[in-house]
């Protein structure tokens, strides 16, 4: 692959899904021989780095720079004291227009210093909500989630026409490009393209990690989710199915969130309290995935579901309930057995059978369409060919 410079940018580095796989994302650039940047707007939160030593973090205070226009500032008071109230979460639109702005006198002035940048690749709604005026035939949009369709009010179609049209949409999964579709639809607004391109799980780093020593991991089998503690992932369904297929297997909860007090009272009304173990935010979850017998995913929604193919690069079989999302991207030919209809009984009936016999194993083929290297292929094609034609002539 020729040579070519890219740019990553998220709104933060807080220990978060979509964060990390923006990071996983400038790593794997720059491991396919990328000039690899990563761009951040918020200096807190700053709970993640990258692996590969070549990729060059930038920070851009975004909302600094707002305020200091004063232009910025008086937007972003409007819209808290008046528009705000009167639309809700109606805030971006206001900020988002001047961010677009700064963000591409920002990019001038790298650019001046690094060169030009082939491909830009904004994750999340979050972060083009930051800078939604900005548009670039450069610049890909990543949705990591589904879009909520299922109502549409004319709030929803201001919302869309400010982040989406004329722009190149990037869905992780084919059930968030379905959302688009609909949304395109309801919403009335037309991206310059939509494709699917999933998130990358960098198998080898994640081999490397589930090794390394962590203490306070069972002695004996047992089951693991790895998640927030926060109602989309729907805790709560995984505690009662728990409780009714009533396992040898204790179950570990690697993670936290607003929910854990309300979940920890959950178990106890279950009486599986003493079987259920919540250790809270795991900086390195992958011993935790590597040593159980089984992982299970409960989510209402799933914009891919990275997770169970993290499970499965440390070896370790998984289950998960049949949401609307993407979890069929990575459960497929084989895997489909390891869907559980979305109800108690459901999931319930789908560990016990996924607990009968020894432990698994895992074949890599299933791990073939979200290697980094083919994540990166799908991103920058289009620009290789480019520079290949532009090096010919």
């Known amino acids: 692959m020729t040579s070519l410079r890219t740019l990553v940018v998220v709104r933060s580095l807080k220990m978060g899904g979509m964060e990390r796989v923006a990071v996983d994302l400038a790593d794997a650039f720059a491991q396919e021989g990328c000039e690899s940047h990563l761009l951040v707007f918020r200096k807190r939160d700053q709970g993640l780095a990258p692996e590969h030593p070549a990729v060059k973090v930038h920070l851009f205070s975004l909302r600094w720079w707002q305020r200091a226009t004063g232009i910025g500032l008086l937007a972003e008071m409007a819209s808290r004291l008046i528009l705000n ?3 809700r979460r109606s805030q971006f639109v206001w900020t988002g227009w001047l961010g677009g702005g700064l963000f591409r006198l920002w990019l001038w002035r790298f650019e001046k ?16 909500e930051l800078v939604w005026s900005f548009r670039d035939e450069r610049a890909r949009f990543v949705l990591e989630n589904r879009l909520p369709v299922d109502k549409t ?12 049209p004329n722009k190149h949409l990037v869905a992780v999964s084919q059930g968030v490009a379905e959302s688009v579709r609909l949304a395109k639809k309801k919403w009335a607004f037309k991206p310059a393209s939509l494709t699917v391109i999933v998130n990358p799980c960098p198998v080898e780093r994640i081999r490397e990690l589930m090794h390394r020593p962590q203490p306070g991991l069972p002695s004996q089998p047992y089951i693991v989710n790895v998640a927030r503690l926060v109602p989309q992932k729907d805790h709560a369904l995984l505690l009662r199915a728990y409780a009714k297929a009533n396992p040898e297997e204790e179950l570990v909860i ?30 390195n979850p992958y011993p935790w995935m ?9 989510s209402r929604v799933e914009g891919m579901g990275i ?31 390891a869907i559980a209809e979305q109800s108690d009984s459901g999931l319930a009936e789908k560990i016990r059978a996924s607990l009968e016999g020894p432990k698994p194993p895992i074949d890599d083929a299933w791990l073939q369409d979200f290697l980094p290297s083919k994540v990166v292929r799908g991103f920058l094609e289009e620009e290789a060919g480019r520079a290949s034609w532009k090096d010919k002539h």
Not at 114 to 128: A, K, L, P
Not at 257 to 283: S, T, W, Y
Not at 290 to 298: N, P, T, Y
């Open 290 to 298: 590597h040593h159980a017998r089984l992982f299970v995913l409960s």
């Open 254 to 283: 690697v993670g936290d969130g607003p929910l854990r007090g309300r979940l920890e009272r959950q178990a106890a009304e279950l009486g599986i309290a003493d079987k259920v173990h919540f250790v809270g935010h795991q900086a």
């Open 153 to 164: 009010s004319w709030s929803q179609k201001l919302f869309a026409r400010c982040l989406f």
């Open 85 to 87: 109230p009167l639309i």
């Open 113 to 128: 210093r690094h060169g030009r940048v082939d491909r830009i690749v904004f994750r999340g709604i979050g972060t083009f």
């Open 307 to 337: 997770v169970l193919t993290e499970s499965l690069a440390c070896g370790t079989p998984v289950v998960s309930v049949d949401c609307p999302g993407g979890i069929r991207e990575v459960l497929k030919g084989e895997l489909e057995s």
